[in-house]
């Protein structure tokens, strides 16, 4: 697996490429550690970690083919200058490295620093096999997270504490706690897009949710809106019933050769027609693996063109400041022939 990414990497490659991002640097090599460089050429991988992750990384390299395993004690920036001898010149992340770390480098390497971007980030769009295995598996750990919702809501007092009973639902299910917070959002509070959840009561009302776990490092992502019980406010379910439809329209929309603006106009219209456009104040979707936000975008101005092996969320929104909001959010697969989804909890208010 890491051997075919590496050999597709260097496909890419003009110049060696000194690999900086700890993300890229577990697709590549599977470290899950907070430390390490790798410079990648055209017959060399060079992993270049401090004492902590010696270990670790002897294995790794064991497992990949012309894998060198440089271990540190101190001095990064000499070891960094012996490798880089006798390259003309080498490419850095330049979304990564900090300006320190460049004029660190200038002053020791004759090698000339390029800025690229994307390089690796541009493979770990379209996703293997592997990967879409563990974005299924941490989507059906939320799925199985949001079956005990309603058990849930009666045993939290603040919404805080049904994000807590979210993410121990997600462990039992075999996730790992993402870096983010589960969104819980009661009554008003739904109108925030990114409400942070604190001590605001959940009641019998209006309840935003969305969360994600990781399983193998990579996450999901789901939004559902519900109404926990009685009647449902009029307003609120008109704004549910709208949103749900422009979610479907974009779900249906997606397919190899589509671009993100595409994607996101399909969910527009629906929200046109009802009114409800201008309380739609974010785009509808993002690309989804190690990280919770990737390439490729779904917005009103993404020219990105979607591919078999993506995988995006579909989550237009509504809201209304001081009363509430709705959101409704899946993560989708592009396959050869359309999409599929992977999140299959019950989108209904009722739900």
């Not at 271990?71 to 012996?82: F, K």
């Not at 770990?124 to 058990?151: C, P």
């Not at 019980?229 to 019933?241: F, L, N, T, Y």
Request: glycine share 10%; with cysteine; net charge negative.
């Amino acid at each position: 697996m890491y051997n075919d990414r590496i050999a597709r990497l260097r496909q890419r490659l003009e110049d060696p490429l000194l690999v900086t991002y700890l993300p890229n640097i577990r697709y590549l090599t599977g470290f899950t550690g907070s430390s390490a460089i790798v410079l990648v050429t055209q017959d060399r991988l060079v992993f270049m970690t401090d004492g902590r992750y010696a270990g670790l990384g002897e294995r790794l390299m064991a497992g990949i083919e012309g894998g060198e395993l440089v271990a540190y004690r101190s001095g990064l920036e000499t070891v960094l200058a012996e490798q880089l001898d006798g390259h003309e010149r080498v490419g850095l992340e330049a979304e990564d490295v900090r300006w320190s770390f460049v004029h660190a480098m200038k002053s020791r390497v004759d090698a000339g620093l390029t800025p690229t971007k994307g390089v690796v980030e541009g493979l770990r769009e379209i996703k293997d096999e592997a990967e879409v295995e563990s974005l299924s598996a941490a989507a059906r750990a939320g799925d199985e997270a949001f079956a005990r919702v309603r058990t849930l809501a009666k045993e939290a007092v603040t919404e805080q504490e049904l994000g807590w009973g979210l993410i121990d639902a997600m462990r039992q299910a075999g996730g790992t706690q993402a870096g983010w917070p589960p969104i819980v959002a009661a009554n008003a509070n739904a109108a925030l897009p990114h409400h942070l959840s604190a001590d605001d009561a959940v009641d019998d009302r209006l309840l935003l949710l969305d969360y994600g776990c990781t399983i193998n490092g990579y996450h999901s992502d789901m939004s559902r809106t519900i109404w926990l019980e009685g009647e449902p406010d009029r307003e609120i379910r008109r704004m549910h019933e709208a949103v749900l439809q422009a979610q479907e329209a974009g779900i249906e929309a997606i397919r190899p050769g589509v671009t993100g603006h595409d994607v996101d106009e399909e969910c527009r219209k629906v929200l046109r027609e009802y009114g409800y456009e201008d309380q739609f104040v974010h785009s509808t979707g993002h690309g989804v693996g190690l990280e919770i936000h990737e390439a490729p975008r779904l917005a009103r101005k993404s020219t990105d063109v979607l591919t078999a092996g993506h995988v995006v969320t579909v989550e237009p929104g509504v809201y209304v400041p001081g009363f509430g909001g709705v959101r409704i959010e899946d993560m989708v697969l592009v396959t050869d022939s359309g999409h599929r989804v992977l999140t299959q909890s019950d989108k209904g208010l009722d739900a």
